[in-house]
């Protein structure tokens, strides 16, 4: 009998776009024999927890970043580059330890680009294989593809043509021998036999870091009390002991929702507010659910996705000092929508080549 194998999966802990996306990929290893120890730090490993109660982990931390405030966040990641050098050769020695110390047969890191080793197969996921960083774009290319070219694999989450989601992020010339489209990922999926049960007008889904996340709420709190929508407000709260249901009028909301529960409610809603994150994105795909973005203001990333797709007529998108729910919603609406087929076989097939090596 084949001993089963022991795979490490890593999300970045900026935000909780990179620890979803590895849900899909977390099933689709368990699926396939493997047994999965997850390492991470925060509110990652909390939602990893919240959805694999009894999984194997290991704490993990990433480095320490407050976002800028006022600097255009191309800058704040120039300054921020020798930092980013350190922690990668502070994570080449946590990897050594942990591969010792928990028998790990391969790694698969979500933008961690310290987790690499020829020990053993390792896994670099990543959708900015060209990072919009304005003058610095060119060293930050060549500074991602470096470190991606140190892992067996480099594993976009898109599609390998088009339509696809990440655009130029992903969709550009690269010298890269590794490169593996698996699909995008999301850990949501349409139920078999499902029924439109449509209860909300509008479901507000809250992230990413702070001040700017309680910026945006108190925000749309102030405009959802004078609007006629009935909405769910999902806070993004995953640190909150409980749900924390409250209603306020038409406006129920929430400190946080499983997996299965955010489905839902995704799937009753008319339409989602968010950020423009690509997990974000992913996630509304898979549910092919119209969507009205609110980049995080000097996120280079979002403002480029979601102006992408607003270009291509799929979603509507504003920043948040030209919010206006009542104002946008109509115009929202009729956007096409993220609707595109996926393969689930692109991730299922890369999930085997990664574990046939190990």
Not at 41 to 60: D, G, Q, R, S, T
Not at 204 to 232: D, F, H, W, Y
Not at 290 to 314: C, D, H, I, R, W
Request: hydrophobic share 40%.
């Amino acid at each position: 009998m084949n001993q089963q194998k022991r795979i490490l999966v890593a999300p970045l802990d900026w935000g909780l776009g990179h620890a979803s996306r590895c849900i899909p990929i977390i099933h689709e290893l368990q699926a396939q024999g493997a047994e999965v120890i997850v390492g991470a730090a925060n509110k990652p490993l909390k939602l990893l927890l919240h959805e694999f109660p009894n999984i194997e982990h290991v704490y993990m931390p990433g480095m320490n970043v407050a976002y800028p405030k006022r600097m255009p966040m191309s800058f704040f990641m120039a300054r921020r580059a020798p930092k980013f050098l350190k922690w990668v050769r502070e994570e080449q020695d946590i990897i050594q330890s942990i591969i010792q110390s928990y028998n790990i047969d391969g790694i698969i890191s979500d933008n961690r680009y310290g987790l690499f080793t020829s020990k053993i197969p390792c896994v670099l996921i990543t959708h900015q294989l060209f990072i919009k960083a304005s003058i610095f774009s060119f060293v930050f290319k060549n500074l991602t593809q470096f470190y991606a070219s140190k892992y067996n694999f480099c594993w976009v989450p898109d599609f390998i043509g088009e339509p696809n989601l990440s655009g130029d992020l992903s969709h550009r010339k690269s010298k890269l021998e590794n490169l593996r489209f698996v699909g995008p990922l999301s850990r949501f999926a349409i139920p078999a036999y499902y029924k439109p049960e449509v209860r909300y007008d509008l479901l507000v889904v809250l992230s990413g870091p702070e001040p700017s996340r309680t910026m945006l709420e108190n925000n749309i709190m102030a405009q959802l009390r004078k609007s006629n929508l009935k909405s769910l407000v999902v806070r993004g709260l995953v640190d909150a002991e409980s749900e924390q249901e409250e209603v306020i009028g038409n406006i129920t909301r929430l400190a946080y929702l499983t997996s299965n529960k955010l489905q839902k409610a995704i799937l009753m809603s008319k339409m989602v507010l968010c950020r423009s994150g690509y997990s974000s994105i992913m996630d509304l795909s898979k549910l092919q659910k119209k969507a009205f973005f609110v980049p995080t203001n000097g996120q280079t990333e979002q403002e480029y996705l979601a102006s992408k797709l607003m270009k291509q007529g799929l979603a509507f998108y504003t920043t948040r000092s030209k919010l206006s729910i009542d104002e946008q919603y109509e115009e929202a609406l009729n956007f096409s929508g993220l609707g595109i087929e996926w393969d689930d076989d692109l991730l299922k097939n890369s999930v085997h080549e990664f574990l046939s090596k190990t």
